[in-house]
């Protein structure tokens, strides 16, 4: 596999925007639904919405994959779950383990199964139309971000995961995006992004080299244009890179500080002794986890079909309340979003509609759709 390396970020930006004192800009509150799905789920993927207003999800616990009629509740499975799909076996109409959806066009869904590491395509009826190619250039790990034009974005995780002699410490700070032509075999690499800092984890008696928790990480994502957009994390601003290649410099947001308490660390490492007790790990199995001693300013990001990027900010550990800071293509803040209590964003479909996903108190999931105006 050949990677071409194209204008990217850390290169002096074509335009820059300058940073200028914040703004308040205007909250919206979301607290009376639109719609809600009569219905739950386990553990729902993402969401994006077809022309006729149904959306399409996958069902991550009970490995489905489903088209869903907003105003019946119905679900209809597609496709054909298989237990085993050998390599190399195309499989067509089935998949292994259903974990995100993609809209590949206004007519076109893509289904991303994490298991047999593939993506595929399907019509709006739910038929199955073809496998696509080149989602092993550059690793395993399947593209999540799509343009229409026919080309995937990806990180390039070798460059983290792969490569060190036995003992070598790991020293990367930044990871490359991939710009993958359907069904080609050269990947062009059209950004970096800021990686957690490094620390060492203990398990029982083992040593890894680990992520530090809450360090912060660049984030990005692809508009159907091929535009592309990167949230860093060092200063909390939004920068794009058009089609054409030239990138332009979000303006720099204030963000407050929140520490990261020793509460919070002793309840992560609390779930995460449990998680590898599940696994097979002995009861008290002693754990030692780097963290950072305050959050950063967003703690995950997503965009629009429009181009509105939306930053969730990070919050102290008591506080549920979700708020999202919406950032427009210029870099500039357009408005702040507060979410119900335990809510977070599915996906979005045209003219303003957001889908969160809303949790109960015994863990079920559902989805409402918003409008934001």
């Known amino acids: 596999m050949m990677v071409r390396s194209l204008r990217v970020a850390r290169l002096a930006p074509a335009v820059i925007l300058l940073a200028c004192n914040d703004a308040a800009s205007p909250l919206i509150v979301l607290d009376k639904p639109d719609k809600v799905l009569g219905r ?14 149904r959306i399409v999800l996958a069902e991550l616990k009970d490995r489905t994959f489903l088209y869903v009629d907003f105003t019946s509740g119905d679900a209809t499975p597609v496709g054909v779950h298989a237990d085993t ?23 076109t869904v893509g289904l991303v199964d994490f298991a047999a590491e593939r993506t595929s395509q399907w019509d709006e009826q739910g038929q199955f139309i073809r496998l696509i190619g080149g989602g092993k250039v550059g690793g395993t790990n399947q593209a ?38 359907d069904g080609d075999s050269v ?8 990686l957690p800092e490094w620390g060492r984890g203990q398990f029982g008696e083992t040593v890894k080299i680990v992520s530090t928790i809450f360090s912060g990480r660049d984030v990005f994502g692809v508009l159907p244009d091929g535009s592309l957009w990167a949230a860093r994390a060092n ?33 992560f490492l609390e779930k995460l002794r449990v998680q590898m007790m599940q696994m097979g790990a002995p009861a008290g199995i002693e754990l030692k986890y780097p963290f950072a001693d305050t959050k950063p300013p967003f703690s995950s990001a997503v965009a629009s079909p429009v181009g ?24 500039k803040a357009i408005r702040t979003v507060q979410l119900p209590r335990g809510a977070s964003v599915g996906g979005f479909g045209q003219e303003g509609r957001v889908y969160l996903i809303l949790r109960d108190s015994e863990g079920r999931q559902t989805v409402a759709r918003y409008v934001v105006k």
Do not use: C
């Not at 390599?87 to 007519?107: S, T």
């Not at 020293?171 to 991939?178: C, P, T």
């Not at 200063?235 to 890179?241: C, G, L, S």
């Open 85 to 107: 799909i050998r390599e190399n076996d195309p499989a067509p109409g089935k998949h292994k383990l259903p974990g995100y959806v993609i809209l590949f066009a206004a007519d």
């Open 308 to 331: 509105e990027v939306w930053l969730q900010r990070s919050r102290a550990f008591a506080d549920s309340l979700p708020v999202w800071d919406v950032i427009g293509r210029d870099g």
């Open 144 to 181: 999540l971000a799509w343009d229409w034009g026919g080309h995937s974005y990806k990180e390039d995780l070798r460059t983290v995961l792969g490569g060190l002699e036995p003992g070598a410490e790991l020293g990367f700070d930044s990871l490359a995006v991939m710009r993958i032509t």
């Open 40 to 53: 739950t789920f386990q553990q729902v993927s993402n969401v994006i919405e077809l022309r006729d207003g």
């Open 235 to 267: 200063d909390n601003r939004v920068d794009w890179r058009s089609p054409t290649g030239e990138w332009t410099r979000g303006e720099k947001r204030s963000f407050a500080i929140i520490q990261v308490t020793q509460e919070e660390r002793d309840a």
């Open 187 to 194: 990947a062009d690499t059209v950004a970096r992004l800021k």
